[in-house]
């Protein structure tokens, strides 16, 4: 045995011996009389997740397999899902039962009769995020909430109250539930409701999470509720709602034809997903022809769509997923489709569409949900300032932005990034599993806020809070699932002025001369990083560094009484690596520092030399809130993205670029580059062209799909024998 198939079989054997422990959940399956085994990388999988499959010999290598789902128990209705030619399993859109055994078959590809076969649990997930996802509440009043699971003529739901996001924590003093309803359907899933009331005197947490569980599995949903005494109630129901006439914007909208359907093996076709967006705002041509604003991924499918085409309120998400043919639909039209701008052309650089207004469909003043003042406890709408919006300057990104969106309703959150160069990916299905095209756009901004938007607020026109002014058009989301999340957002010049471009004729948003202030609901709190234990080995390299030349040469050149002392810390630039804090007297936050010493990170933090003597300085930084910087700072980072993006976004790993504020010193701009979650680039650098770089790992931006929708990762077994074989395959 020579030294190369050595190292394949102890690499195939360190699997072998730890099984379903080398991947959480992960196991194989082996036929004795077949000659290669099948490793899967978890044995359960909810309808919203994935499983993927791999085919090994005994020696360590792939083999070449033909993937093919060989039954379950599912209803043939439904089908028992999929299995592409990679071994990537993706379970059905609905169940017939609590949990279905769906079976997976192998054969190797030159030798049909060498085979396998292993079995899959798959059990009913949501449909889409509870409702509401978020909402405001008064003491004492109530709200319905509703979860639909994928499951028909059956299933249920949990629910209970929590003082966390994941169900563990304390329930007392949190308000009450009222007895809970399901209703099971044969050709729908099954949806749940429930009443949660709030207790008449604001508890000690600083929200009430609902949440609901799935047949009483691991599967959750959450809804956070921000308690307040001052009266004020506000959810997305009424963004979700049916409204007859002068539909107001801010409200749930679509494509009549934006759904999936499934062919059973007899040959009978049903609608299994659809999709849906918000109707954004009014705009109007040079003529004062009105249309309906979103996205393109909204209203016409992301180019999918035909001119002429029906625009439906609410959306088909909204609606049971029953288009105009169906006799017991409840959408009705509002318009129709008219110009869009293409996702698949380079030319591009928006996600926009237009639709022309039915007569007395629309509100003609452009009112937009919850945008106006406060009234018996409701917000009212309200139109935005009329014109072309407002464009971001250096040195005014600091205001905090709003939206009302079909799914999240109004939320307020800040600007984490402008100038951002970023990955979309685009699908011709609500289900995101058939790619049509990968986009890059440019100079875009991205919000910061885990519930500033969700899927459904795609085509929510956003706005400066402060004065009702639009910056921008958001179609698409991506998260770190860690309480971290960005919202990406189009510039409103730029979609009118491509959208005008397609119509031909110059756009601007119909609304008022008057500006306004919006009523700000942030339900992200600033700064919202876990915290991190401090190593010791990061605390010896911290000793190191703060001894070193170069942090001597640094002291040395530093004003008398500046510097009042060092410590380890944890980078917030860079997640999971060390940092070397340095305390400062608050007058000279500004001085200079380096952005590392001895190759470990700084972060500068003001305090006193008091706190630092007694042990109770900062362990970290203050987080900024929007972007509060320097004119020339911005520019020169600028500068250094426009000159190293298209280097750095040639990494498959990296998803965008572009400026932001360093969270290690906030004084600072940073070089934000986005990482794809489980992703490792190949160059990491702490600056580039002395400019700070942040690193914030994110999943896939989603268009559709609610942006938790994760691809489920490798399992620790199959990825290090994926890792594993490539090294050898290169050697």
Same mark, same amino acid.
Request: proline residues 7%.
């Given at each position: 045995?020579?030294?190369?198939?050595?190292?394949r /079989?102890?690499?195939?054997?360190?699997?072998?011996?730890?099984?379903?422990?080398?991947?959480d959940?992960?196991?194989t399956?082996?036929? %004795?009389?077949?000659?290669?085994?099948?490793?899967a990388?978890a044995?359960?999988?909810n309808?919203?997740?994935?499983?993927?499959?791999?085919?090994?010999?005994?020696?360590?290598?792939? !083999?070449?397999?033909?993937?093919s789902? *060989?039954?379950?128990?599912?209803?043939d =209705?439904?089908?028992?899902?999929?299995?592409?030619?990679?071994?990537?399993?993706t379970?059905?859109n609905?169940?017939s039962?609590?949990?279905?055994?769906?079976q997976?078959?192998a054969?190797?590809?030159?030798q049909?009769?060498?085979?396998?076969?292993?079995?899959l649990?798959?059990?009913?997930?949501?449909v889409?995020?509870?409702?509401?996802?978020?909402?405001? #509440?008064? #003491?004492?009043?109530?709200?319905?909430?509703?979860?639909?699971?994928? *499951?028909? @003529?059956?299933?249920?739901v949990?629910?209970?109250?929590?003082?966390?996001?994941?169900?563990?924590?304390?329930?007392s003093?949190?308000?009450?539930?009222?007895?809970?309803?399901?209703?099971?359907?044969?050709?729908?899933y099954?949806s749940?409701?429930? $009443?949660y009331?709030?207790?008449?005197?604001l508890?000690?947490? &600083?929200?009430?999470?609902?949440?609901a569980?799935?047949?009483?599995t691991?599967t959750?949903?959450?809804?956070?509720?921000?308690?307040?005494?001052?009266?004020?109630?506000?959810?997305?129901?009424?963004?979700?709602?049916?409204?007859?006439?002068n539909?107001?914007l801010?409200?749930?909208g679509?494509?009549?034809?934006d759904?999936?359907?499934y062919t059973t093996? =007899?040959?009978?076709s049903?609608?299994?997903d659809?999709?849906?967006? $918000?109707?954004?705002?009014?705009?109007?041509?040079?003529?004062?022809?009105?249309?309906? +604003?979103?996205?393109?991924?909204?209203?016409?499918e992301?180019?999918q769509?035909?001119?002429?085409? $029906?625009i439906?309120?609410?959306?088909?998400?909204?609606?049971?997923?029953?288009?105009l043919?169906?006799?017991?639909?409840?959408?009705?039209?509002?318009?129709?489709?008219?110009?869009w701008?293409?996702?698949?052309?380079r030319?591009?650089?928006?996600d926009?569409?237009?639709a022309?207004?039915? %007569?007395?469909a629309?509100?003609p003043?452009?009112?937009?949900l919850e945008? @106006?003042p406060?009234?018996?406890?409701? +917000?009212?709408a309200?139109?935005?300032?009329?014109?072309?919006?407002?464009?971001?300057?250096?040195?005014?990104?600091?205001?905090?932005v709003?939206?009302?969106?079909?799914? =999240?309703?109004?939320?307020?959150?800040?600007?984490? !990034?402008?100038?951002?160069t970023?990955? /979309?990916?685009y699908?011709?299905d609500?289900?995101?599993?058939q790619?049509?095209?990968t986009?890059?756009f440019?100079?875009q901004?991205?919000?910061?806020g885990a519930?500033f938007?969700?899927?459904?607020?795609?085509?929510a026109?956003?706005?400066?809070?402060?004065?009702?002014?639009?910056?921008?058009l958001?179609?698409?989301?991506?998260t770190?699932?860690?309480g971290?999340?960005?919202?990406?957002?189009?510039?409103?010049?730029d979609?009118?002025?491509?959208?005008?471009?397609?119509?031909?004729?110059?756009?601007?948003?119909?609304?008022?001369?008057?500006?306004?202030?919006?009523?700000?609901?942030?339900?992200?709190?600033?700064?919202?990083?876990?915290?991190?234990?401090i190593?010791?080995?990061?605390?010896?390299?911290a000793s190191?560094?703060? /001894?070193?030349?170069?942090y001597?040469?640094?002291?040395?050149t530093?004003?008398?009484?500046?510097?009042?002392?060092?410590?380890?810390?944890?980078?917030?630039?860079?997640?999971?690596h060390a940092?070397?804090?340095?305390?400062?007297n608050p007058?000279?936050?500004?001085?200079?520092?380096?952005?590392?010493?001895?190759?470990?990170?700084t972060?500068?933090?003001?305090?006193?030399?008091?706190a630092?003597?007694?042990?109770?300085?900062?362990?970290?930084?203050?987080?900024?809130?929007?972007?509060?910087?320097?004119?020339?700072?911005?520019?020169?980072?600028?500068?250094? !993205?426009a000159?190293r993006?298209?280097?750095?976004?040639?990494?498959p790993?990296?998803?965008?670029?572009?400026?932001?504020?360093?969270?290690d010193?906030?004084?600072?701009?940073?070089?934000l580059?986005?990482? *794809?979650l489980g992703?490792v680039?190949?160059h990491m650098?702490?600056?580039?062209?002395?400019?700070?770089?942040?690193?914030m790992?994110?999943?896939?931006?989603? /268009?559709?799909?609610?942006?938790?929708?994760?691809?489920?990762?490798?399992? &620790?077994?199959?990825?290090?024998?994926?890792?594993?074989w490539?090294? +050898?395959r290169?050697n």
């Amino acid at each position: 045995m020579n030294l190369r198939s050595y190292q394949r /079989v102890l690499l195939f054997t360190a699997c072998l011996l730890t099984l379903a422990g080398c991947g959480d959940g992960a196991y194989t399956a082996h036929n %004795p009389t077949a000659n290669f085994l099948v490793n899967a990388s978890a044995s359960d999988v909810n309808t919203n997740g994935q499983v993927s499959l791999y085919s090994l010999f005994p020696n360590g290598e792939a !083999a070449p397999v033909q993937w093919s789902v *060989e039954s379950g128990d599912n209803a043939d =209705t439904l089908g028992q899902g999929r299995i592409d030619a990679t071994g990537v399993y993706t379970p059905p859109n609905a169940l017939s039962q609590n949990t279905v055994t769906v079976q997976i078959h192998a054969h190797l590809v030159n030798q049909p009769t060498d085979q396998t076969t292993l079995t899959l649990r798959v059990h009913p997930g949501f449909v889409q995020p509870l409702l509401p996802e978020v909402a405001t #509440l008064a #003491l004492g009043k109530s709200l319905p909430a509703r979860a639909q699971i994928s *499951e028909v @003529g059956a299933g249920s739901v949990t629910w209970s109250l929590s003082s966390n996001a994941v169900g563990t924590g304390s329930s007392s003093g949190l308000g009450s539930l009222s007895a809970a309803s399901c209703q099971h359907f044969r050709q729908q899933y099954t949806s749940c409701s429930v $009443t949660y009331t709030a207790p008449q005197k604001l508890p000690a947490s &600083s929200a009430v999470y609902l949440i609901a569980a799935a047949n009483d599995t691991q599967t959750i949903a959450s809804s956070k509720i921000l308690l307040n005494n001052h009266g004020l109630t506000s959810t997305p129901a009424p963004n979700q709602a049916i409204q007859s006439q002068n539909a107001l914007l801010g409200s749930s909208g679509g494509n009549n034809n934006d759904y999936d359907t499934y062919t059973t093996p =007899t040959g009978q076709s049903y609608i299994a997903d659809c999709c849906g967006g $918000t109707l954004g705002a009014l705009v109007q041509d040079a003529s004062g022809n009105q249309y309906i +604003l979103s996205n393109n991924h909204v209203l016409a499918e992301s180019d999918q769509a035909s001119p002429g085409s $029906t625009i439906i309120q609410p959306g088909l998400m909204d609606g049971a997923c029953r288009p105009l043919s169906d006799p017991a639909s409840t959408v009705h039209p509002i318009g129709s489709l008219k110009v869009w701008v293409p996702i698949a052309s380079r030319q591009t650089n928006v996600d926009a569409a237009l639709a022309s207004v039915n %007569p007395g469909a629309v509100n003609p003043n452009g009112a937009i949900l919850e945008l @106006g003042p406060l009234k018996n406890g409701t +917000l009212t709408a309200a139109p935005p300032v009329a014109g072309t919006g407002e464009r971001l300057q250096p040195g005014n990104l600091a205001f905090p932005v709003v939206k009302s969106g079909r799914t =999240t309703g109004l939320t307020c959150s800040h600007i984490g !990034a402008i100038d951002l160069t970023v990955k /979309v990916n685009y699908y011709k299905d609500c289900a995101e599993t058939q790619l049509y095209s990968t986009k890059i756009f440019r100079h875009q901004i991205a919000i910061e806020g885990a519930h500033f938007t969700d899927s459904g607020d795609s085509g929510a026109l956003v706005l400066n809070a402060r004065n009702a002014k639009a910056i921008g058009l958001y179609f698409a989301g991506g998260t770190n699932g860690d309480g971290q999340a960005l919202s990406l957002v189009n510039p409103i010049r730029d979609v009118l002025q491509e959208l005008g471009s397609a119509l031909g004729s110059p756009l601007q948003l119909v609304g008022t001369k008057t500006p306004h202030p919006v009523t700000c609901i942030n339900y992200d709190l600033p700064g919202a990083h876990p915290a991190r234990t401090i190593p010791e080995i990061w605390r010896h390299r911290a000793s190191s560094a703060a /001894v070193s030349r170069e942090y001597q040469r640094f002291a040395n050149t530093a004003p008398p009484g500046a510097i009042l002392g060092t410590a380890p810390g944890a980078s917030l630039d860079n997640p999971g690596h060390a940092a070397l804090i340095i305390y400062v007297n608050p007058q000279y936050v500004d001085m200079p520092v380096p952005a590392t010493i001895d190759g470990l990170r700084t972060q500068v933090i003001p305090t006193t030399a008091a706190a630092v003597s007694a042990g109770t300085a900062p362990t970290r930084p203050a987080s900024p809130v929007g972007i509060n910087l320097p004119a020339a700072a911005i520019e020169h980072a600028e500068q250094v !993205a426009a000159e190293r993006t298209a280097q750095i976004m040639e990494d498959p790993a990296i998803l965008g670029v572009g400026v932001a504020t360093s969270l290690d010193r906030p004084t600072e701009p940073a070089l934000l580059v986005l990482v *794809e979650l489980g992703q490792v680039p190949r160059h990491m650098p702490a600056t580039i062209d002395g400019l700070r770089v942040r690193y914030m790992s994110l999943q896939r931006f989603h /268009v559709t799909r609610t942006r938790s929708a994760v691809r489920p990762p490798l399992s &620790s077994c199959a990825l290090r024998h994926q890792m594993g074989w490539q090294a +050898l395959r290169n050697n």
